[in-house]
């Protein structure tokens, strides 16, 4: 079973280029999840979805746009990307909503210069 | 404002040793609190969860106790191993909210021989 898989793993961009986290996982849940981690702060927010066709922004939306298509693929699309935006994603669902059990990908490290 | 706070910020043990993490939250209304684990290079993991009603929680070497007055948690990991050195993040949720999951920083703990 392969959970939430993430792709790719590591990603340089140039200041102003756009680009693609892709996110797909396997197990049918509806929730799923964008997060970025900075160093030394808790992961935050930026969208999130409760299905397919339905999203809504998090706490740090500003940059980021995503879709949903199907309940399976969950993509982050940057556009003009700035040095902000270094950070590690990360894509997660859960099965419901709030506090249940999320399970997460294995990370995007993305730098910007 | 929903915020969750972890102590120390890093921590360093020998291995064999036990230890004990902090988590303080100001999060309303408590849903539940999550311990995650986060190896390096890899997305959190789900170690125990809590809710209101729920003061001990062990998962092997891992029990987490919730102190919901004082809005306190720890978690405590017994005998300590190599395998234990990652990064330890306490996750409040709030009820009735899909995206009010609040992340603490984490704590670092490396274990070493």
């Known amino acids: 079973n392969a959970g939430v898989t993430q792709t790719p793993k590591f990603r340089i961009l140039k200041i102003g280029q756009s680009m693609t986290l892709q996110c797909a996982q396997d197990?049918?849940?509806?929730?799923m999840y964008w997060y970025r981690q900075d160093p030394g702060m808790g992961l935050k927010l930026i969208y999130y979805?409760?299905?397919?066709?339905?999203?809504d922004k998090g706490e740090v939306p500003n940059g980021y746009n995503v879709s949903r298509s199907t309940t399976e693929d969950f993509p982050l699309r940057l556009e003009l990307a700035a040095p902000s935006q270094t950070s590690v994603y990360f894509c997660?669902?859960?099965?419901?909503?709030?506090?249940?059990?999320?399970?997460f990908g294995q990370g995007t490290r993305l730098t910007v210069v | 404002k929903n915020q969750v706070e972890q102590s120390p910020q890093s921590l360093i043990i020998l291995e064999g040793k036990n230890c004990t993490l902090q988590?303080?939250?100001?999060?309303?209304?408590?849903?539940?609190l999550r311990w995650y684990k986060q190896d390096t290079g890899r997305g959190p993991v789900s170690l125990t969860i809590?809710?209101?009603?729920?003061n001990t929680k062990s998962n092997g070497r891992y029990t987490a106790t919730l102190d919901a007055d004082t809005k306190q948690s720890s978690l405590h990991i017994t005998a300590s191993q190599l395998s234990d050195s990652a990064s330890y993040i306490c996750?409040?949720?709030?009820?009735?909210?899909?995206?009010?999951?609040?992340f603490g920083p984490g704590t670092s703990l490396s274990v070493i021989p």
């Open positions: 997660a669902s859960s099965y419901m909503a709030g506090g249940t059990e999320a399970f």
């Open positions: 197990m049918n849940h509806n929730y």
């Open positions: 979805s409760v299905g397919a066709g339905i999203t």
């Open positions: 988590c303080n939250y100001t999060v309303s209304p408590f849903s539940n």
């Open positions: 809590m809710t209101f009603s729920e």
């Open positions: 996750v409040v949720s709030a009820e009735g909210s899909y995206d009010k999951v609040i």
